[in-house]
């Protein structure tokens, strides 16, 4: 068992996942609250950031509107065509792109 560096306290395991849905384990302590990541899973999650491929995609002008080409990869992966509607979820730091 994972003991607490503040408290001395018993440690227990727990699961997350970034926003992109890595999971990751780690520990938080049950007296203090304390959490820790270890190294070991810190490389776990940065190694499946680096297996996702990211895609540039370039805006056009649409009237007033910016239109966006999505990559045929994309929308094969997401069973996208010119029939379908999206919703656009705006975040933080950028947009997402939903399927309806
Ligand atoms: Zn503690």
Known sequence: ?????????????LQSATPEGF???YYRCIKCGEEILDM???HVVADKYRKVKHYR????KWGHSLGL???????????????????LVQEKDGIKIIPV
Do not use: F, T, W
């Open 1 to 13: 068992m994972k003991k607490c560096s503040s408290c001395r306290g018993n440690m227990e395991k």
């Open 23 to 25: 999971s990751y384990h």
């Open 40 to 42: 070991k899973q810190l």
């Open 57 to 60: 995609a370039k805006l056009s």
């Open 69 to 87: 080409r999505i990559p045929k990869e994309i929308s094969q992966k997401y069973h996208l065509s010119d029939k379908n509607d999206v919703i």
